[in-house]
């Protein structure tokens, strides 16, 4: 049996993991002095902080830790490294991401690049005979995956299309996860809706502000800027309902991102007394 400085040294652990491990009760010393309230060790323990080290290296937390541990046999340990291989992957993609923004701001900075002012414009929209998916989506990137299951049914179901399809956004504010998106392909004749499939008529927008964008989908938000730009200065108009989406050309129809073109639609009412 070991004092804790001892088994810290035996164990190339500090004294103070060896606590932490403690706390969180990953190990639990193998007595406590009742007098002087020192913790003792055994040998026999030393596999079970072998593995906490081992774990903990690869970027496990303690509760995942603690599940490990609990569960250890090769079939689970090894699904479990699996799944933080791409957990650790994604978190590789999403730094990669940053740094590629990073250089290309570092790009735009030294260029004295101009902000892309976008033309806002005003017209009615017309409702609209559609066939429409509404989901709620992790975020936004899925919802080309739904257009995939749209576009796998109207095949299957032979329904004839618009060229012309839209997105609707039913959530009141931004949201980076869980959302609410329909789906709308304009559709010549209605049928039988099914299995979240529905033929509905959408509502006509008196008032509805525009705005193209030309290139990657990342534009996307600097057009938003520019919309809130005008808005400020058009203040006799108010947004109400749902924002939508049109892509004209997108990876489907087009190879090459800078010639992607996307119409953003924002409807909009006149205020009172204006």
């Known amino acids: 049996m070991f004092k804790i400085g001892e088994f810290s040294k035996l164990t190339q652990v ?24 020192y913790r003792i060790y055994s040998t026999e323990q030393i596999p079970t902080l072998n593995k906490i080290v081992f774990l903990r290296d690869l970027g496990f937390n303690v509760s995942e830790i603690g599940v490990a541990l609990n569960h250890w046999d090769n079939t689970f340990i090894t699904e479990q490294l699996e799944s933080k291989r791409l957990e ?53 990137y899925a919802e080309g995956q739904l257009w995939e299951e749209m576009s796998a049914f109207a095949k299957e179901k032979k329904v004839r299309v618009s060229d012309i399809t839209f997105s609707i956004y ?46 990657e989908f990342e534009n996307i938000a600097v057009a938003y800027l520019t919309f809130a730009n005008w808005l400020q200065e058009h203040n006799q108009y108010r947004m109400v309902g749902h924002s939508r989406q049109i892509v004209h050309r997108g990876p489907w129809n087009e190879e090459n991102p800078d010639e992607y073109l996307t119409e953003i639609q924002i409807p909009l009412e006149r205020r009172k007394n204006w």
């Not at 990073?102 to 017209?123: P, T």
């Open 170 to 215: 039913h959530d009141t504010d931004y949201k980076e996860k869980n959302v609410d998106v329909e789906l709308c392909v304009p559709v010549d004749k209605m049928g039988e809706s099914m299995d979240g499939f529905v033929y509905r008529n959408t509502e006509p927008v008196p008032i509805m502000a525009c705005t193209m964008v030309y290139g």
């Open 14 to 37: 500090s004294v103070r993991m060896l606590r932490y491990y403690d706390e969180t009760g990953l190990l639990k010393p193998a007595q406590v002095d009742k007098f002087s309230g």
């Open 88 to 140: 650790i992957e994604k978190i590789i993609q999403a730094e990669q991401d940053k740094l590629s923004k990073i250089e290309l701001a570092k790009k735009d900075i030294q260029q004295e690049k101009i902000a892309i002012n976008y033309n806002v414009s005003i017209k009615s929209i017309p409702s609209y005979q559609v066939l429409s998916l509404r989901r709620i989506i992790p975020d936004y």
